[in-house]
């Protein structure tokens, strides 16, 4: 039994994904994915509901697995500290998870394109086919990542808080972006879990967020 959740985006995801598949879902509406952050509140709520609708105990858990990004830096610091804290006190392995592989996971087609919003007009981008990733995760301006799935002759379809941000750019280069109102925008946490059940063990020190890029605020 794995306990996954993801705070890459302004949306808190958390799932409970039991050995014989059954899940229990914290899954975000899409609206959440354009209204502030609140992962310091709502993020260990959310733990907390999963955990109780499946009767787990973290005693009972094989391992946590956490979305490490890339995505908001506040967001990815909330996310993994909190996946640590939880691990380093139950004794529980580390799980490391992609969120735009996740989110691909998501989207339901033969070619995948995930994007979540970098701010700064960029977007954090992976192509995925079949479960394959085909383009590792990076950061992009709109107007770049066209001219790149122009040039590799494509059908892809796009998903993510970042093609809603860039939909008319996307669109007008001939690329499919689900709805506005579509489940495929949020990074499921059951799909980070699902991930992780092939992904090893790493103790809580070893896990950091992938930035893809400098945060836009460093500690002082």
């Given at each position: 039994m794995i306990l996954g959740f993801d705070t890459s985006t302004a949306a808190s995801a958390a799932c409970v994904l039991r050995d014989d598949g059954v899940a229990f879902e914290a899954l975000?509406?899409?609206?959440?994915?354009?209204?502030?952050?609140?992962?310091?509140?709502?993020?260990?709520?959310?733990?907390?509901?999963?955990m109780d609708e499946a009767g787990a105990r973290f005693g009972s858990l094989e391992a946590i697995a956490v979305g490490v990004g890339p995505g908001r830096f506040t967001g990815l610091r909330i996310g993994i500290a909190t996946a640590r804290a939880l691990a380093g006190a139950e004794g529980l392995p580390l799980r490391p998870v992609s969120s735009l592989a996740a989110l691909a996971a998501?989207?339901?087609?033969?070619?995948?394109?995930?994007?979540?919003?970098a701010k700064r007009g960029e977007v954090f981008a992976a192509l995925y086919a079949d479960g394959r990733e085909l383009w590792p995760p990076f950061v992009a301006r709109p107007d770049e990542l066209v001219r790149r799935v122009g040039a590799a002759r494509l059908a892809v379809?796009?998903?993510?808080?970042?093609?809603?941000?860039?939909?008319?750019?996307?669109?007008?280069?001939?690329?499919?972006?689900e709805p506005d109102e579509s489940r495929a925008h949020v990074v499921r946490a059951l799909n980070v879990c699902r991930l992780a059940v092939d992904i090893k063990d790493e103790p809580p020190e070893a896990v950091l967020p992938d930035y893809v890029r400098a945060p836009d605020a460093k500690p002082q």
């Open positions: 975000p509406r899409p609206e959440a994915l354009s209204a502030p952050p609140a992962h310091a509140h709502e993020l260990m709520p959310a733990i907390a509901g999963v998501g989207i339901g087609a033969e070619a995948a394109l995930a994007l979540i919003d379809r796009a998903a993510g808080d970042g093609s809603v941000r860039f939909r008319g750019v996307l669109e007008a280069a001939g690329i499919d972006v």
